[in-house]
């Protein structure tokens, strides 16, 4: 049973910073890429950012010079560094992972969620 759990939303003034925490567990054989989702009310899920095996990034133009994703792959563990925080930020954030459980296959994990608010 693999789970992904997030940590670190919460609330903050505009300008403000977080850090959120998504950290892998369970029968991991390894882990391929990770990424940051969030789905403000209304709105669809979007991709915040991404990071893959060998490193590199991607994010939404929005939040681009703002957030830094990074992984710890000795941890299972990924980041979400969120500076600059704007009222558009709001949503609720979720962690995703492509896991390998059984080589070669791949499965991709969600984690529940954590909530961000950013208040004028």
Same mark, same amino acid.
């Given at each position: 049973?693999?789970?992904?759990?997030?940590?670190?939303?919460?609330?903050?003034?505009?300008?403000?910073?977080? &850090?959120? #925490?998504?950290?892998? /567990?369970?029968? $991991? *054989?390894?882990? #391929?890429?990770?990424?940051?989702? %969030?789905?403000?009310?209304?709105?669809? %899920?979007?991709?915040?950012?991404?990071?893959? #095996?060998?490193?590199?990034?991607?994010?939404? @133009?929005?939040?681009?010079? &703002? *957030?830094? $994703? #990074? %992984? @710890?792959?000795?941890?299972?563990? *990924? +980041?979400?560094?969120?500076?600059?925080?704007?009222? @558009? @930020?709001?949503?609720? +954030? +979720?962690?995703?992972?492509? $896991?390998?459980?059984?080589?070669?296959?791949? $499965?991709?994990?969600?984690?529940?969620?954590?909530?961000?608010?950013?208040? /004028?």
């Amino acid at each position: 049973q693999v789970q992904l759990v997030e940590s670190g939303g919460g609330l903050v003034q505009a300008g403000g910073s977080l &850090r959120l #925490s998504c950290v892998a /567990s369970g029968n $991991i *054989f390894s882990i #391929s890429s990770m990424g940051w989702y %969030r789905q403000a009310p209304g709105k669809q %899920r979007e991709l915040v950012a991404q990071i893959t #095996s060998g490193g590199t990034t991607n994010y939404v @133009d929005s939040v681009k010079g &703002r *957030f830094t $994703i #990074s %992984r @710890d792959n000795a941890k299972n563990t *990924f +980041y979400l560094q969120m500076n600059s925080l704007k009222p @558009d @930020d709001t949503a609720v +954030y +979720y962690c995703n992972a492509e $896991i390998v459980v059984v080589v070669p296959y791949k $499965i991709l994990y969600w984690g529940q969620g954590t909530q961000v608010t950013v208040s /004028s």
